[in-house]
């Protein structure tokens, strides 16, 4: 029997305390919010002069239901030759956050969002990133406008970039829209009460389709690791939910993929140095090899993205229940993206992951400083200016951004598990059915099932009849531990 005893544990102080431990400042500097004053002061955002006006589009924005910094909106027409062009359009944060400035300085040294479950650590100020330079439905503002069309073979080309007004006519949620582009689901409300942008939102979709399927073509990985949110009561974390991807997820990576491919390819156009991301080519291929061995499959003794993606697409077929653990597997292998300086002219190693050689973050700039970096430089260009940043400066300004992104996976991994100790304490006693996930010299580690939550298994057996991952089993939980995050099972509730 589950003992039923919430556990109190203030998990937002302790959202705060680990930011801190791993080198972020969770609250804003005094200076920052003087700037932040005056420029509330000022009032919104003033668009330049001149910009195009496409705020007349049926533009649209799908993300998570909790978002409130909305980085980027979506609109897409289908062309005489069959072709469908897309155009994304980019929050303008730059127009407002002024480079060097206390509130840019401060961006510059989080230089990411950081998201914990219970509480959101902006890079930017909320003022800014959900007010004023976020595409709020129904606001007109400037943007960066990235466009490329999709031909039925899913390549993009006539790629370009400019500077227009935009505004977004509908405020989505990935889970409603996919289920209705899955046709699992009626329309969410929006949707089924505006034609135009039900026409809209089925168009991007094919367009997104004839994309990933060109993208797996050239060995892009198709990778599935489980993504989890708490449901919060108050303020107190009662439950995990797996967070599934869909149609709608896809539809918005394909295009966050192509656009940023775009800007990259923009940049080299130019012959100006940019910031770019990338996870280069696996070193530990003989693993990924040893593994996929393992499953009945050899892969070849070279690193080979297409080859990789052809086993994961039959192991996703064979054992769709193990393929979250084999994709966690295979990205742990991988090992983790960078952010690095590419020269004019000089080979960028591009995003093994993505099957893609050009890749720089240009759509999230509310919530990633090298997309504020990128926009800056993008705008000197339009202008025929000199460029905001030398080399050095990106290069130091990549280091630090790689540095931050650890530093915000660490966190974030956390609190994961301090939200799930929280929630699984008043269900110690109970029994799970289970998955072995790993072994190693520190123990045996499980998952459960529902909710998906990772413990260790406190009395695994040694020797003959040792598990081994993949291993099925129902496990007890006995304890919780929420301050250091720990979660203890025993096997088969002895």
């Known amino acids: 029997m589950a003992n039923g005893h919430p556990y109190h544990f203030n998990l937002v102080n302790e959202a705060h305390r680990v930011m801190e431990e791993h080198g972020f400042q969770p609250e804003f500097p005094s200076e920052a919010m003087e700037e932040l004053k005056g420029i509330l002061a000022t009032g919104r955002q003033k668009p330049a002069a001149g910009l195009k006006d496409l705020s007349g589009l049926p533009w649209s924005s799908i993300d998570n239901d909790t978002s409130r910094d909305l980085d980027q909106i979506e609109v897409a027409e289908r062309l005489s030759d069959g072709r469908i062009r897309v155009m994304i359009g980019v929050a303008d944060v730059d127009s407002l956050v002024r480079r060097g400035g206390p509130l840019d300085h401060h961006a510059q040294s989080e230089t990411t969002s950081v998201y914990t479950g219970v509480k959101v650590f902006p890079m930017l100020p909320t003022e800014l990133s959900e007010g004023m330079t976020s595409l709020n439905e129904g606001e007109e503002r400037a943007a960066l406008v990235i466009e490329f069309a ?4 899913g390549n993009c080309t006539d790629g370009k970039a400019s500077l227009a007004l935009v505004k977004n006519r509908a405020q989505l949620a990935y889970p409603s829209v996919g289920a209705w582009l899955e046709g699992q689901a009626a329309a969410p409300p929006k949707v089924a009460a505006d034609r135009e942008l039900a ?11 004839r994309m990933l399927g060109a993208r797996f073509q050239h060995g892009a990985l198709d990778l599935e690791t489980i993504e989890t949110r708490p ?3 108050a303020d107190q974390a009662v439950n995990i939910e797996r967070q599934l991807k869909n149609r709608a ?6 295009f966050m993929v192509a656009a940023n491919g775009v800007i990259a390819k923009t940049l080299d156009a130019a012959g100006v140095a940019s910031i770019r991301r990338i996870v280069r080519t696996p070193k530990r291929w003989d693993r990924i090899v040893e593994v996929a061995q393992g499953l009945g499959t050899t892969l070849p003794a070279q690193p080979d993205s297409k080859a990789l ?3 994961l697409l039959q192991q996703k077929k064979i054992d769709p229940d193990h393929f979250p653990d084999l994709s966690l597997t295979v990205v742990k292998l991988m090992g983790p993206g960078e952010y690095v300086l590419v020269k004019p002219n000089e080979p960028s190693p591009g995003h093994f992951g993505l099957a893609v050689q050009d890749y720089t973050h240009s759509t999230a700039p509310n919530r990633r400083f090298p997309d504020v970096v990128t926009q800056r430089l993008l705008k000197a260009l339009f202008v025929q200016g000199p460029q905001p940043y030398s080399e050095g ?4 300004i990549a280091e630090r951004c790689t540095l931050m992104e650890d530093a915000a996976r660490k966190v974030e991994r956390e609190m994961q598990k301090r939200i799930a100790a929280v929630v699984l304490h008043p269900r110690i006693g109970q029994r799970f059915p289970a998955i072995v996930t790993g072994v190693n010299h520190y123990g045996t580690f499980v998952r459960t099932l529902e909710p998906h939550v990772e413990g260790m298994l406190m009395n695994a057996p040694k020797g003959r009849g040792a598990l081994d991952v993949g291993d099925r089993l129902t496990v007890k939980l006995v304890a919780t531990d929420p301050e250091r995050g720990f979660i203890d099972f025993e096997m088969n509730g002895h």
């Open 150 to 153: 999709v031909d039925e073979m």
């Open 199 to 209: 026409e809209q939102l089925k168009l991007q979709d094919e367009a997104a389709r």
């Open 231 to 233: 449901v919060m009561l």
């Open 249 to 254: 997820t896809s539809l918005i990576e394909e």
């Open 309 to 311: 993606n052809d086993f």
């Open 393 to 396: 400066s990106l290069g130091s």
